[in-house]
């Protein structure tokens, strides 16, 4: 399966929109070639800058956001597809696996969410076997790494134990974690692409981060699946000679313009021809790397092979010069003027646009199915990674015990309003705080989910539906339980089933409003500190309206309504009404004159907890106390709309 590049990659800015033209590109199915792309990294960032193999490579798989470019891809004569990203594979320079799973269930869950409905899932699972084979993972594939990271058996073996899919297994490795090594890892993340069969599978830098050894051990794999009908195209800096002679086919880019397009063991003789030619014992992927720099080592070197003076006012010319020499050198070639023919033909009687379709996401399972996958590996996830669930849990039990022997067994006297009014207040903002875990929801698997999304594993709902899940029923809901249960008895608050529950559902219906307005400000960050500073000020703002720090009646009216958006607000005063209806804190005052004789004033003598919540400006009905729920529930629902939405929008494509 060849490939023809036409005109190549070119960039123009304007108005500092960049503007990328792809003007022709074909492929025709007379071979299988393991294609080469070379060229520098670009710079997003800087106008400056040219544009880099790998955004070149986003181009082709369709991964770059269309509305910077200009022209069209052509796959066998005919438009790319709209959802030509869902169809081919692609292999990003991070490994974006889940490192709590092992080889298997990652395979597993690539095959289930992208093969379509109509094969079995016992077909899925042979096939991934047969990957699991076909990439030398046997051994590594459900076995459990019990050696401690850094620490390495003298033999180089790990300790396994084998189980089944679902079973305590090997895992493929986090930061916290340590599991298969990097050449096995990305091996793992190549067989998810193969598992739906591509016919044209991109790689960006495959070899990242590997030493040498391993990153030959992965390019003869692909050497080999190219052999086996798969047209495999991929972008390396500076390989060795060793991995450079796998290569069929090279593409060399400068500027995003090409400058070579041909079989890889005649880009030599190509350059040599022009006058460029490469140094005995020379790395050829150095010296083309040279070239297209401007580097006049190898132009020097053919002058004095020549026996000419070297020409230093040659050499001292600027890059953009030799970039327009090379290109020109190229356009001048038999290849160029043949693949030129070709396309020209191919584009004859054809109408095609020169602004590309938008960009389609397409799926091969259903809304249910996906959640059940996404569900499960989610809260997979959790029970391998536990350290945040559990130190929120040890965090929960601690503060419930602090908070419950500084206020324990409260007395209904007056000091025992202030007691309630503090423990309560507490309790409020403790469960804002709590929140805090959910900051990074959505950011530490930023790159897994933009991934999976634009490679058609599952919806954006369905993603967000299971992170809310399992966050709500982990880190909230059973932390929010083991605190209430503590604090309440510990406190000696009102001894009631009804009271306790509500107070129990309140403490739960913060957490999760919280825990939403977190989402809410975190979904569209990239840095957890700075989700977590905004969210600090915005709980700061709210826990001035509570209805503690300040009495909300004397609030002047032009700040007054800042109170509707308080979180701590509507959990404090639903808790107030909870516990002080019905309350008596004048028992011990049996007399006017014992009231005289107090300490504190008559006027602010509250002996009926009805009394003290219309002191604080709190209407103490049925009605008034669900309705605390109700607005809760009202700005959860917002946060989480807002949350969604951020989400939906971030941007997904380079």
Sequence with gaps: MGWRWGEGLSKTYSRNILHVTLDKVQRDRTQSPLIWLLGFPGSPSAASRPIGVSRFLDVLAARKDPSGLSGEVLINGAPQPPNFKCLSGYVVQDDVVMGTLTVRENLRFSAALRLPSSVSQKEKDARVSNFIKELGLTKVADSKVTSMPGVDLKDGSHLRESSDFGCSSVQVGTQMIRGISGGERKRTAIGMELIMEPSVLFLDEPTTGLDASTAHSVLLLLKRMASQGRTIILSIHQPRYSIYRLFDTLTLLVSGK??????????????????????????????????????????????????????????????????????????????????????????????????????????????????????????????????????????????????????????????????????????????????????????????????????????????FLSKITSDILTMRTVPALIFCCIVYFMIGLKKTAAAFFIFTFTVMMVSYTATAMTMAISADQTVVALANLFMTITFVFMMIFSGLLVNLPSVMNWLAWLKYFSIPRYGLAALEINEFTGLYFCGNLTSVSQMSNCTVMPSTLFCTGEQFLTYQGIEYSTWALWQNHVALAVMGVIFLIIAYLKLRFIKKFT
Excluded at 305 to 310: A, D, K, R, Y
């Design 258 to 463: 090409q400058v070579y397009h041909g079989p890889a063991q005649s880009a030599l003789d190509y350059f040599a021809n022009i006058g460029y030619a490469c140094e005995a014992h020379n790395n050829p992927a150095d010296f083309f790397l040279d070239v297209i720099n401007g580097d006049s080592t190898a132009f020097s070197l053919a002058k004095i092979q020549n026996s000419e003076e070297p020409d230093f006012e040659e050499q001292s010319r600027s890059r953009k010069s030799i970039e327009e020499r090379l290109v020109e050198e190229y356009r001048k070639c038999t290849q160029y003027q043949e693949t030129k023919t070709v396309l020209e033909n191919i584009m004859q009687g054809r109408d095609y646009t020169k602004k590309p379709k938008s960009r389609t996401i397409t799926y091969n399972s259903s809304f249910f199915l996906q959640l059940h996958w996404v569900l499960k590996r989610t809260f997979r996830n959790l029970m391998l990674n536990p350290q945040t669930s559990i130190a929120q849990v040890a965090v929960s039990t601690f503060l419930a015990l602090v908070v419950g022997a500084i206020f324990f067994k409260v007395k209904d006297d007056q000091s025992g309003i202030q007691n309630r009014m503090g423990a309560l207040f507490f309790i409020t903002t403790n469960q804002c705080f709590s929140t805090v875990s959910a900051a990074e929801l959505f950011i530490t698997e930023r790159k897994l989910f933009v991934h999976e999304y634009i490679s058609g594993y599952y919806r954006i709902s369905v993603y």
